[in-house]
C-alpha cells in the first residue's frame, strides 16, 4: 500500500484519489477484486451504515455528543465511518463513477430543489415547497406563505 507505515494522513492532505488508490492497492493485493461487484459492494456499505447507525441506536443526541468525547467511542465511530467510506471508494471505483462529479452535479441539483429562501430551517421534502407553490397558482387559493 502506497501509505507510509510512519505516515498519518489527514482530511486536508489526502485527496480523495489517493483514498481511492489506496483501497483499491489493499483489495488487489488480497486479490479481493473477483468478489468486488457492485451489488456485493452496495450490499456491504448498506450493512457497514448499519453499523454507524448502531452506535447512536437507544441513545439520545447529548449521549452520543458525549460518547464522541471518549477517545475510545470516538475511535469506534472513526472505525466504522471508515468502512462505509472503504465501501464507497470501492463500489464508486468498480462502477466507474467519479464521486467528486457525482457530488457537484448531485449538489447543483438540490440547491434547485432545495431553493435557500425556501428551504433555510425547514428539514420537509422539496416537494413540500412544490405543494406550497400549487397553493399559490390556485385562483383564489391561500397561499401558505401569504401573511394576510
Request: charged share 35%; net charge negative.
Amino acid at each position: 500500500m502506497s501509505i507510509p507505515n510512519d505516515a498519518t494522513p489527514c482530511d486536508n492532505e489526502t485527496t480523495l484519489a489517493d483514498v481511492k488508490r489506496w483501497v483499491k492497492e489493499f483489495s488487489v493485493a488480497r486479490e479481493w477484486e473477483r468478489f468486488h461487484f457492485p451489488k456485493e459492494l452496495a450490499v456491504a456499505l448498506a450493512i457497514e451504515a448499519a453499523e454507524v447507525m448502531e452506535l447512536g441506536r437507544f441513545k439520545s443526541h447529548a449521549d452520543v455528543a458525549d460518547a464522541l468525547r471518549h477517545p475510545e467511542h470516538r475511535r469506534a465511530w472513526a472505525h466504522e465511518l471508515a468502512d462505509c467510506l472503504w465501501a464507497l471508494v470501492r463500489l464508486a471505483d468498480v462502477c466507474g463513477i467519479d464521486l467528486a462529479s457525482a457530488l457537484d452535479e448531485k449538489l447543483k441539483l438540490a440547491d434547485r430543489k432545495y431553493p435557500v429562501d425556501q428551504s433555510k430551517g425547514r428539514h420537509d421534502k422539496y416537494t413540500a415547497y412544490q405543494e406550497e407553490e400549487k397553493l399559490d397558482l390556485v385562483p383564489g387559493g391561500i397561499s401558505s406563505r401569504d401573511p394576510n
